[in-house]
């Protein structure tokens, strides 16, 4: 309107913008769309490097390496920051149990399970415990550890998977998050063993491209997962102030 105060045109503007990109990002189909446009670049990337420097080793060149560690720090950052939504509440326990889980994540991505052993290659593995040359105060310390993750995972599962299974009926966007999480954390692992479990199967190893692929497919995803998990947390966030705000 004629005369209209230019401060309120700027207000309504901006106001008008923050709502769509939270109505974005809130979206049950974001985490996806993002993890698929962030695969698809790194991709990209990894390819033109390759197609400029040769053979491109992903893991030597630890671009990966400092990215995964870079994505954990921001999640720690969200975590830290968006605390109070859990502290003193209800979801005090879940956000100690998601911290712990974090940070089992970031120990495993650094190499823990090579730590815990010096006989053997890992000590996350069936034959490690079944294997007589290592030693028995090796195998006790890993397997509390393990326990002790695995009462965690058993503890969020036995009280979220319902939750999480009826969000994802009802297109509830952390919830698509939280199930976008788990695919991509199954697929980077099915990346990671398929050659060895194909070279078994069909007694030669896969062509050079093929590898290539699923190299960059294991790295990259896993370093898109403590993203993930961010988003998931800011996206809760944002809801909960939502419901603050409309009541």
Not at 54 to 71: H, I, Q, R, S
Not at 96 to 108: E, M, N
Not at 175 to 199: G, H, K, S
């Amino acid at each position: 309107q004629k005369g209209m105060p230019m401060s309120f045109i700027q207000k309504e503007i901006q106001a008008n913008s923050k709502k769509n990109s939270s109505e974005w990002f809130l979206s049950p189909y974001f985490a996806i769309f993002f993890t698929v446009i962030a695969m698809l670049l790194y991709f990209v990337i990894c390819y033109a490097c390759r197609a400029k420097f040769g053979v491109f080793d992903v893991e030597e060149v630890g671009a990966t390496e400092f990215t995964t560690y870079l994505f954990y720090g921001v999640s720690l950052c969200v975590m830290l920051k968006l605390r109070k939504d859990y502290l003193h509440t209800p979801l005090q326990k879940t956000f100690y149990s998601l911290g712990f889980l974090w940070f089992s994540a970031l120990l495993r991505e650094m190499g823990v399970q090579h730590w815990l052993t010096r006989h053997d290659s890992t000590a996350i593995k069936i034959r490690f415990f079944t294997n007589p040359n290592n030693p028995l105060h090796e195998k006790i310390i890993t397997f509390v550890i393990l326990a002790i993750v695995a009462s965690v995972v058993i503890f969020l599962l036995r009280n979220y998977t319902g939750k999480v299974l009826a969000g994802i009926r009802n297109f509830h966007p952390v919830d698509w998050t939280i199930a976008t999480l788990f695919a991509f954390t199954a697929i980077t692992q099915i990346a990671d063993r398929f050659p060895a479990e194909y070279a078994k199967a069909a007694g030669e190893k896969l062509t050079e491209p093929v590898l290539f692929f699923l190299k960059i497919l294991e790295e990259g995803g896993e370093s898109l997962l403590p993203l993930l998990f961010a988003i998931a947390l800011l996206q809760f966030h944002i809801l909960q102030h939502q419901k603050i705000t409309k009541s």
